[in-house]
């Protein structure tokens, strides 16, 4: 469903595409095209106060089409397109709205990279620098700077640059919490919720990209060993909980008596018991070796992803020079 509508936005306007997103220049303003299954979000940058400004404009000439009201957030103006029956139409509308109402503002904003005007391309930024998650979003720059940032994303990744002890806390940071989560889960609803367990290895692989660490193969080991270990803890402090409960005692006393709680939690016994668990963490394990966080190889494609969608603003930006 999502791809057949990429196809048809694509056939329709004329779009720049990577196969999973696309892009789209309206009047000189770099705009984005994410298609969720359910939806399509469209999404441009522009300054607050400009948002501001013609906010109500902008929503009550979108009212007409049927589309909702304009989302701001972080420097970027946001649409979700959700009748995918109607969404060609709808976006037809929607550049007429971005021509009128974003475009001419769009045009003042400087290039990410230097904070100077006259953009001459419109490409994928990497803002994780401002903010911990990755996020790259299409906004006007130069060619000069972008392909200078390009160039260093890649030296990094394939030199394998990064922080790795910050990388290994994030690891565990992530994996700490998902089962911090499930612990809670057993210990107040005595309940499991094993699709939890598939998502240790992601949040470790997450928390390690978070904080920096280096891409390549010590990467992905690192987030697998640390995944088996935070879930060896887990099942220990879960079987510490069931002791404590059964012998009446607290977790803390059962815990502190290390040998005899190993025994008891890595007997083939107890393990036969958390076997939902174990597949589950095992599978998540698996995939999340497949997907690979840290693979420099994945990381290099990304960005050739995001290269082939750089679009020349070329003259599109020069209506003034032009009337002069
Ligand atoms: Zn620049």
């Known amino acids: 469903m999502a791809q057949t ?17 696309a892009v789209d220049l309206v009047a000189g303003c770099p705009v984005s095209l994410n298609f969720g299954k359910r939806n399509v979000t469209v999404k441009t940058a522009m300054e607050k106060e400009q948002f501001e400004a013609v906010e109500d404009a902008l929503n009550a000439s979108l009212a007409s089409s049927g589309i909702g009201k304009a989302i701001f957030d972080k420097g970027f103006v946001q649409f979700v397109l959700n009748r995918l029956d109607k969404a ?4 037809s509308a929607l550049r007429g709205a971005i021509q009128t109402y974003i475009a001419p503002a769009s045009s003042q904003l400087p290039c990410p990279a230097c904070g100077m005007g006259s953009c001459d391309i419109a490409a ?10 990755s996020r790259n979003e299409f906004v006007r720059t130069h060619a000069s700077c972008h392909a200078k940032i390009v ?3 890649r030296t990094r990744i394939s030199s394998g640059e990064g922080n790795y002890p910050l990388g290994i806390l994030g690891a565990i940071l992530g994996a700490v919490l998902v089962l911090a989560v499930s612990l809670l889960i057993v210990m107040l609803a005595d309940t499991v919720f094993a699709i939890l367990f598939a998502a240790v290895p992601f949040a470790a692989g997450m928390g390690y990209r978070l904080f920096k660490g280096p891409y390549g193969l010590k990467g992905i080991l690192t987030i ?9 803890g887990y099942i220990y402090i879960e079987c510490s909980h069931f002791i404590a409960a059964y012998l009446e005692t607290s977790i803390f006393y059962v815990m502190s ?6 025994q008891a939690a890595f007997s083939p016994e107890y393990l036969a018991e958390d076997w939902f668990q174990i597949i589950s963490f095992v599978v998540g394990l698996v995939l999340s070796i497949i997907v690979n966080p840290a693979s420099a190889k994945l990381a290099l494609n990304d960005i050739q992803g995001f290269e082939s969608m750089v679009l020349p603003l070329g003259n599109q930006e020069l209506p003034q020079i032009i009337e002069q």
């Open 5 to 21: 509508m990429l196809e048809s936005f694509v056939g329709a306007f004329g779009l720049r595409s990577n196969g999973s997103m």
């Open 88 to 91: 060609v139409e709808e976006y």
């Open 124 to 133: 994928f930024h990497d803002f994780s620098e401002d903010s911990l998650s």
């Open 151 to 153: 160039e260093q994303s």
């Open 224 to 232: 697998a060993v640390i995944s088996i270990l935070a879930f060896a």
């Open 257 to 262: 008596q290390f040998e005899a709680v190993v």
